[in-house]
């Protein structure tokens, strides 16, 4: 087939043009080096753009997904750390409390112990004991009490256990109990501690009482009291200066108060006596006795048996005749005595 000149040179172009085109038809990428100058073509499939975008899509999704769940995570983490914070603290406190609760009630134990010694001291009791010797023998029943309570228990503890465990007094959850149950220890210790200065002077005053003829000689009958009498033997009548009374020849003398044995002798009117010294020159003589267990010089206590029943010297029946002297001057026994 012939071509004119120029018809050919449109069926060239023409194909140039087709070959241009199908050269393009996919992808290309075109790379001109800077060196040589020669130019690099690079054809690229038609998927693999979408491919890329595809998986940059899912890293992304990938990325956003870890991102969510390690904020997640790490929220989770605070709240638990938090949680166990709570949970350390709210333990200091309750081991802080018990401690607390301890040291209450070992004071409560001590009020219960001075109190039963005050009672003890102030209570009236006969210390006329039987046989021919009395010994006494107080054992010391102090207890062993332990006041070093260990734990946290004031403000100031608590501030400086901040150091260690995180607490603050006032950021306490169960600072509520802690107020009351400092308020508690304020007032047993309060308590404790008037107990103790109420129990020296109980007994100061118990030692007092010691020297204070308040107990009769004899448990016995009164049969003649202090004054003026009509003598049991006749004549004119004339004053009794102290108390008769009467009680089987063997009963147990008592000594009436702490004191040391002044005299021990024998008179035709009293017979068989014996005289004790108390404090403040004060005397108490017991007559018509059958027997004297105690020798001059002796300390005697009060209770102590010191002589038996008789009925020696001027005497119509088997008694003790009961004497008090302060000063010289003859009291009335009867104003002394509260324990027949």
Avoid: C
């Avoid at 802080?96 to 009791?125: F, G």
């Avoid at 501030?159 to 306490?172: A, H």
């Amino acid at each position: 087939m012939l071509f004119s000149k120029d018809n050919k040179k449109k069926h060239n172009y023409k194909y140039e043009n087709k070959s241009k085109s199908s050269l393009f038809d996919k992808d290309t990428v075109l790379f001109v080096s800077k060196k040589t100058g020669k130019t690099h073509i690079f054809r690229i499939p038609s998927f693999i753009p979408l491919l890329i975008i595809l998986l940059t899509s899912t890293l992304i999704t990938i990325s956003a997904t870890m991102t969510v769940i390690y904020i997640n995570m790490k929220r989770d983490a605070l709240e638990l750390e938090h949680i166990r914070d709570e949970s350390l603290g709210l333990k200091s406190e309750v081991e802080a409390l018990h401690s607390k609760m301890r040291n209450i009630q070992s004071t409560v134990n001590q009020v219960t112990y001075y109190s039963e010694k005050i009672r003890k001291v102030t209570t009236r009791t006969d210390d006329r004991k039987g046989g021919a010797s009395r010994k006494t023998s107080e054992q010391n029943q102090n207890q062993d009490f332990n006041q070093n309570g260990i734990g946290p228990l004031t403000k100031e503890e608590f501030e400086i256990s901040n150091k260690v465990t995180g607490l603050k007094y006032e950021s306490l959850e169960l600072k509520s109990l802690f107020d009351l149950a400092q308020e508690s220890q304020l007032k047993s210790s309060k308590q404790l501690e008037e107990l103790k200065k109420f129990l020296v002077e109980a007994q100061k005053a118990a030692l007092k009482l010691q020297s204070i003829p308040d107990i009769a000689p004899v448990r016995g009958r009164l049969t003649s009291s202090f004054g003026w009498r009509i003598s049991p033997f006749g004549g004119p009548g004339r004053i009794h200066f102290g108390v008769d009374i009467a009680a089987r020849i063997g009963t147990p003398i008592y000594a009436t108060a702490n004191g040391t044995v002044l005299r021990v002798n024998r008179s035709e009117d009293y017979g068989k006596f014996v005289e004790l010294i108390h404090e403040k020159k004060m005397v108490t003589r017991y007559a018509h006795t059958s027997a004297i267990y105690v020798k001059e010089g002796a300390k005697v206590k009060k209770g102590d048996v010191i002589g038996a029943v008789g009925n020696t010297g001027h005497s119509t029946g088997s008694h003790v005749h009961y004497e008090i002297e302060m000063n010289g001057k003859k009291q009335d026994p009867e104003n002394f005595i509260v324990l027949w």
